[in-house]
RNA sequence: GUGGGCGUAGCUCAGACGGUAGAGCACCGGGUUGUGGCCCCGGUUGUCGCGGGUUCAAGUCCCGUCGCUCACCCCA
């Protein structure tokens, strides 16, 4: 044990039958994605750090603290993506694709990298499925978007939760409002250290500090929706008409600002109860300025990203494991071994999962394994049935048992 | 980066005052010369995280170290 390599810190590695309900969970999205008009993109996992640099602020815990970056073995910087919208947004732009006609909506599965202190839904390496609708600015994308967000919450089966909106206003009035708040800020006293910084660096990120003592000092802070323009008001009421309409619960939360940067207008983001201090299971909002800031034409964009890791925390544990029919063939002697591996193949040429022995075990250990392979059927074939060309055919949940004749088998097991 | 808890068999864990390592589960075999799940019997598995110290003797005490975990912070 000493001795053994193991996975690096905050890493690890997902196995069955968990990779299970993995799959469940990433099927179901892709399923909702598919309805939605939304297709795959697939990504490199590594960027030039300036691309996460740019987009997601300097000033963010990400960018100043989180990111895996390395020189390569041409001195460029580059980062494990600590998140997928910046990495679609270049790809984007790289290829063209903003070129398209109409909105361009884009879903992404995979790996992101955070260098943080691990603890309970929170690793080094996570996974996260992705969407970014890119081109329009219209107030039904973003309810679109929130909207597919919770048919696949729905879709998995995601208990109880709670989805959290906000409006950030766009660069004007978030201007106003960050001025507004930097005079309340700047005259209180006893913040924290860290909302001594932020108040100066970053006043947003102030609003949803965790420690009681900031929190009560901001009770009568300035809110932002008293400085949403009109623009912007009418767009966040709309997105908000539109969640009701749909009948989508959701609570308005002021204080919702998250920690990228580029966020515009609206915010969102789902927590789950259950899942101790990591409770956002996902999260999201409009991004309009991002592609400019990246050197892009202009192009308004939402998105959001669902935290597998936590959502599998709280998801049913027996998610996707209603796979279908198996079937153990369960064979005696070199003969009936031979004829077991060719019904093998042909049962599986017929889509029907089959296994057996190829170890020689008595037929009790046999018996025993199709038990633990969680078998539906065996089929048993020694040199008796090898002679009246039929072989017995058990039921493992009753026992019963009955004779088909071998040519029969994998139409009858098809059939079952 | 900061704090708390914990590191004993593949897994979950027990090991009062230091005396030379256990249980359950799992796994393999037998009870049924060709029939699983229950039951019974037998068997395999450990550098007691690592290093050092105290001691006749350390899983047990002390120091250090590494790892895991939860929380702060931050976020998916």
């Known amino acids: 044990?000493?001795?053994?390599?193991?996975?690096?810190?905050?890493?690890?590695?997902?196995?069955?039958?968990?990779?299970?309900?993995?799959?469940?969970?990433?099927?179901?999205a892709r399923e909702v994605f598919r309805v939605?008009?939304?297709?795959?993109?697939?990504?490199p996992v590594i960027e030039r750090t300036e691309l996460f640099a740019r987009s997601i602020g300097t000033e963010t815990d990400i960018v100043s603290k989180e990111m895996y970056t390395f020189a390569d073995r041409h001195g460029d910087s580059l980062t494990l993506r600590p998140e997928a919208t910046?990495?679609?947004?270049?790809?984007?732009?790289?290829?063209?694709?903003?070129?398209?006609?109409?909105?361009?909506?884009?879903?992404?599965?995979?790996p992101m990298f955070r260098y943080e202190r691990p603890q309970k839904g929170r690793y080094r390496q996570f996974h996260q499925i992705n969407c970014?609708?890119?081109?329009?600015?219209?107030?039904?994308?973003?309810?679109?978007?929130?909207?597919?967000?919770?048919?696949?919450?729905?879709?998995?089966?995601?208990?109880?939760?709670?989805l959290l909106v906000n409006s950030l206003g766009c660069p004007g009035c978030q201007a106003e409002f960050k001025a507004g708040l930097s005079q309340f800020l700047m005259s209180k006293e006893g913040l924290c250290e860290d909302c001594q910084r932020r108040r100066v660096t970053n006043p947003l990120r102030v609003l949803d500090c965790k420690s009681v003592h900031c929190k009560e000092i901001l009770t009568d802070a300035p809110v932002l929706k008293d400085y949403l323009c009109p623009d912007c008001a009418a767009h966040f009421a709309r997105v908000l008409e539109l969640l009701s309409?749909?009948?989508?619960?959701?609570?308005?939360?002021?204080?919702?600002?998250?920690?990228?940067?580029?966020?515009?207008?609206t915010a969102f983001e789902v927590v789950a109860v259950g899942l101790g201090a990591q409770d956002a299971v996902a999260g999201g909002g409009r991004y309009n300025g991002l592609a400019q800031e990246l050197g892009g034409p202009e192009l308004p964009a939402i998105g959001f990203a669902i935290g597998e890791d936590r959502l599998m925390e709280v998801l049913p544990e027996n998610l996707g494991q209603n796979a279908g029919k198996t079937v153990f063939l369960a064979a005696l002697g070199d003969p009936a071994k031979d004829q077991a591996f060719s019904l093998l193949q042909a049962l599986r040429q017929e889509g029907i999962a089959a296994e057996m022995d190829f170890s020689g075990k008595s037929l009790k250990a046999q018996m025993s394994l199709a038990d633990r392979l969680a078998a539906d059927?065996?089929?048993?074939?020694?040199?008796?049935?090898?002679?009246?060309?039929?072989?017995?055919?058990?039921?493992?949940?009753?026992?019963?048992?009955?004779?088909?004749?071998?040519?029969?088998?994998?139409?009858?097991?098809?059939?079952?």
């Open 36 to 43: 939605y008009g939304y297709r795959e993109i697939r990504l």
């Open 377 to 416: 059927y065996t089929v048993i074939l020694g040199d008796r049935e090898l002679e009246t060309g039929k072989a017995n055919l058990r039921r493992m949940a009753t026992g019963d048992q009955q004779e088909v004749s071998l040519s029969l088998l994998p139409m009858v097991l098809a059939g079952l």
């Open 86 to 110: 910046a990495a679609v947004l270049r790809a984007v732009l790289e290829n063209g694709l903003d070129k398209a006609a109409g909105v361009k909506k884009l879903y992404t599965l995979g």
């Open 245 to 265: 309409r749909f009948g989508v619960t959701y609570e308005e939360q002021p204080r919702l600002v998250r920690g990228l940067d580029y966020y515009t207008r």
């Open 132 to 162: 970014e609708a890119l081109g329009s600015d219209a107030p039904e994308l973003d309810a679109e978007v929130i909207l597919m967000l919770s048919d696949i919450l729905k879709k998995v089966q995601l208990g109880a939760s709670r």
């Open 1 to 28: 044990m000493a001795g053994k390599i193991k996975a690096i810190r905050g890493m690890r590695d997902i196995l069955p039958p968990e990779t299970t309900r993995w799959q469940a969970v990433e099927n179901a």
